[in-house]
Nanobody
């Protein structure tokens, strides 16, 4: 599995960006795809995920501002980010996961794309 993220950049507070993750290769057992982010000096945190069947989950800090979607025909997962804030500044990583149980999962990661929000 290869994941390629695009769409990051520099935007002013209140602006919008759309991240797109292109997936390629055989994707066995993948049942969740999503986006995580890591700010300097901080851990990588979940931003939004979408599971098989279309169920979504968002971090509280992005609810109502970010929207995740998946196009199975194009093998892409996208993150529409609106009303961006300076605290959204981070490297955003695309993720594909095969989740087998609460304690067993296999993760695949893209290379990350920088999102910078200026005040």
């Amino acid at each position: 599995v290869q994941l390629q993220a695009s769409g990051g950049g520099l935007v002013q507070a209140g602006g919008s960006l759309r991240l797109v993750c292109f997936t390629s290769g055989i994707i066995p057992d993948i049942n969740e795809m999503g986006w995580y982010r890591q700010a300097p000096g901080k851990e990588r945190d979940l931003v939004a995920v979408i599971r098989s069947g279309g169920i979504t989950n968002y971090a509280d800090v992005v609810k109502g501002r970010f929207t995740i979607s998946r196009d199975n025909a194009k093998n892409t997962v996208s993150l529409q980010m609106d009303s961006l804030k300076p605290e959204d500044t981070a490297v955003y990583y695309c993720n594909a996961a095969a989740i087998y149980s609460d304690i067993l999962r296999e993760d695949y990661w893209g290379q990350g794309t920088q999102v910078t929000v200026s005040s």
